[in-house]
């Protein structure tokens, strides 16, 4: 049969939001390529996405509505319709909020699918149902907050200012993994004679590009931006005239903050060198325009906010903002770009509702009462894999007197758990529009292959079920290509400055921006705050991560091969993997455990088996484990996050995945 090709958008949760090109034959995806006329992804694809239609006709897709028959976690389901499943749903819907009132009602969704429409399409639904609303804080919201605690809303750098760099600084991103194409970017500083530093608590798979690699003890990172200013102050390295005209509290740091910090004591709590603390600074403030682009894995400590906010201080103290080629990166927002409101609709309140932070649904499901919880709605998520402290989220599941529907596009460790599993379409199968948290384009997606089976968007199905819940508003009645045309017909002033014929098209479109958009600092006071008076502490310091009684750092890192807990129904990209937990060899030494043999990590919350990998490539006193693999594939009765904790960051209830400590014991 003759084959199309058709223009999509990767819609996983990655700053990257490739553009694809699909090849389309007699209604099926018949393989997927990069597409080389993007702005930013020019044509490259990850290892995840370069086979995405073995995820989208996959023999393990879910192809219609099940209803469970068995015990809570067993996995025995029988078929059932549509309309079976919907008005079964709708029917105890209304039974507990008969009983109980609809706060009982929780939704869980976060970030399986990154479309606008897609991923916000139960926001309206639930404010008209009146139910308890989520924080959909598991990600970086800490790492958000403490850039705008020294920025504002500053508009991020563009990423091709890293070509222009002579400095590149990655820290605490594992690039490889989570932002491919912006080492393409670096490659090319690179070339120009740019040196690039790796900071991080192990030697991940980006080091390969590194020219230097510094290596600190977990949590300690806003500890060596406090060290590295201390330093640069010292000698006199400062951009005087940046600071007087740009920068508000400089002198209330480098007079009250700073002498706390001398590279001495700083390498006590980082674990480098004092030398290697000064030649860092000397480098940095010597550097013509040096840039850094820091990840969210820092952020995720009960220090993350304040962490975030000390680093985002040091390129004000060498000018690097008014360089080309100089400053910081952490996440580039484009949300003014779209009024996202046509799709939530917070006006459909009709009360104030309790809100519950994702990070503690465990103890919600499992404590909370006036009301308790009593149905659970999950939606591009899979709770039980991806939200910490795994065993109390289990437990929660397993009550038979929680209603859980699971929207879902494979059985995941959180579809076992459900009463009813609805099929879920994928990205090819439904219309969307994208924006990106890594650069400046948008993209239009159509459904570009029909329904597999009889799956169904997530705003299909939440119309459905708002017509069974009798709610009348237009919204419920429309498609989300209406919605898409709603957002395209009024643009914002800065989405009127695009090419809105191009867009509407399908093709990506870059929001432009101004010429001073790097020196516009977008605070309070129109400058960099080092000092903040609107904060608790107005100005940054250091204070040392919770951990646990437990003597190994656990990172829990990116894997190459997953994204979160996607990709684990791919046995190309997963059965030559194994969920390993990587050991400094000294360590194994004392602890008398041999690389491959099946171990044990091990803290007050729970146990996970391993298959251990000695490597040298593992600090001291850190242990590392890649990806979120589902408990079908794991070597035990359980994976990663049973050993993390639900306590939350610093500021903006963040998760604290990484400030975590474990035991390891053999098998």
């Given at each position: 049969m003759p084959t199309e090709t058709k223009l999509s958008v990767c819609p996983y949760d990655c700053p990257d939001t490739c553009g694809l090109l699909v090849q389309v034959s007699g209604g099926k995806a018949v393989g997927v390529a990069g597409d080389p006329d993007h702005p930013f992804t020019r044509g490259t694809l990850c290892p995840k996405m370069v086979h995405y239609e073995r995820t989208v006709h996959s023999p393990y897709r879910l192809t219609e509505p099940l209803l469970r028959t068995g015990s809570k976690g067993t996995g025995t389901f029988r078929a059932v319709t549509w309309p079976e499943a919907i008005n079964h749903i709708a029917e105890r819907w209304r039974e507990i909020i008969a009983n109980y009132g609809s706060e009982a009602i929780l939704p869980c969704s976060y970030a399986g699918t990154m479309g606008i429409i897609q991923r916000n399409a139960g926001h309206a639904f639930f404010h008209r149902l009146g139910s308890s609303e989520l924080d959909r804080a598991i990600c970086t919201p800490a790492k958000g907050y403490g850039w705008q605690a020294t920025m504002g809303t500053t508009l991020g750098l563009h990423p091709a200012e890293v070509t222009h760099s002579d400095l590149v600084i990655l820290w605490g991103i594992n690039a490889l993994a989570t932002n491919i194409h912006f080492l393409a970017g670096v490659n090319k500083a690179k070339q120009r004679g740019a040196k690039v530093w790796l900071i991080d608590t192990y030697e991940t798979p980006t080091a390969r590009i590194a020219d230097k690699i510094f290596l600190l003890r977990p949590g300690s990172d806003g500890a060596l931006a406090l060290g590295i200013m201390h330093h640069i102050v010292k000698e006199n390295l400062i951009n005087h005239q940046f600071l007087t005209?740009?920068?508000?509290?400089?002198?209330?740091?480098?007079?009250?903050?700073?002498?706390?910090?001398?590279?001495?004591?700083v390498s006590q709590i980082t674990g480098l060198p004092t030398e290697v603390i000064t030649e860092m600074a000397r480098s940095y403030a010597q550097a013509a325009a040096p840039f850094i682009r820091l990840g969210g894995g820092l952020s995720r400590y009960g220090n993350g906010a304040m962490t975030v906010r000390t680093i985002s201080c040091l390129p004000a103290l060498v000018g690097a903002w008014a360089k080309p080629g100089g400053g910081m990166s952490t996440s580039i927002a484009t949300e003014p770009s779209l009024n996202s409101a046509i799709i939530t609709r917070e006006d459909l309140r009709t009360k104030s509702t309790r809100t519950i932070n994702l990070n503690r649904l465990g103890t919600a499901l499992t404590e909370l009462e006036a009301p308790p919880i009593k149905s659970l709605y999950v939606y591009h998520c899979n709770p039980a894999a991806v939200v910490p402290d795994q065993n109390s989220v289990l437990a929660g599941l397993a009550r038979e007197d929680l209603f859980t529907v699971v929207h879902e596009r494979f059985m995941t460790d959180t579809a076992h758990y459900a009463d009813v599993i609805l099929p879920a379409t994928t990205s090819l199968e439904h219309s969307d529009i994208y924006r990106s948290y890594?650069?400046?384009?948008?993209?239009?997606?159509f459904a570009v292959i029909p329904p597999v089976g009889a799956a169904k968007s997530n705003w299909e199905v939440f119309n459905l079920l708002a017509q069974a819940m009798n709610f009348d508003e237009p919204i419920f009645r429309q498609s989300a290509d209406d919605l898409i045309e709603q957002l395209l017909d009024t643009p914002s002033p800065w989405l009127a400055q695009t090419d809105l014929a191009k867009l509407k098209t399908g093709?990506?479109?870059?929001?432009?921006?101004?010429?001073?958009?790097?020196?516009?600092?977008?605070?309070?006071?129109?400058?960099?705050?080092?000092?903040?008076?609107?904060?608790?502490?107005?100005?940054?310091?250091?204070?040392?991560?919770?951990?646990?009684?437990?003597?190994?750092?656990?990172?829990?890192?990116?894997?190459?091969?997953?994204?979160?807990?996607s990709f684990n129904e791919r046995p190309d990209l997963t059965d030559s993997q194994a969920m390993t937990l990587k050991m400094n060899p000294a360590d194994a030494s004392a602890k008398n455990l041999n690389d491959g043999a099946p171990v044990v990590a091990f803290n007050t919350r729970g146990e996970v088996s391993f298959i251990l990998q000695i490597s040298a490539k593992i600090p001291a006193g850190v242990v590392v484990t890649e990806g979120i693999w589902s408990l079908e594939k794991a070597p035990g009765r359980r994976t990663v996050n049973a050993l993390t904790s639900q306590r939350l960051t610093d500021k903006a209830g963040g998760s604290t995945f990484y400030d975590t400590k474990v035991d390891v014991r053999a098998e």
């Open positions: 005209s740009c920068v508000q509290g400089f002198d209330e740091l480098s007079t009250t903050t700073l002498p706390n910090y001398p590279p001495e004591s890594g650069h400046y384009c948008l993209q239009r997606a093709h990506p479109v870059e929001l432009p921006l101004p010429a001073d958009y790097k020196i516009d600092f977008k605070t309070p006071s129109g400058k960099i705050e080092i000092f903040n008076p609107s904060e608790t502490e107005p100005l940054p310091r250091y204070f040392e991560p919770h951990g646990d009684n437990a003597p190994f750092w656990l990172v829990s890192s990116p894997h190459l091969a997953l994204l979160n807990s």
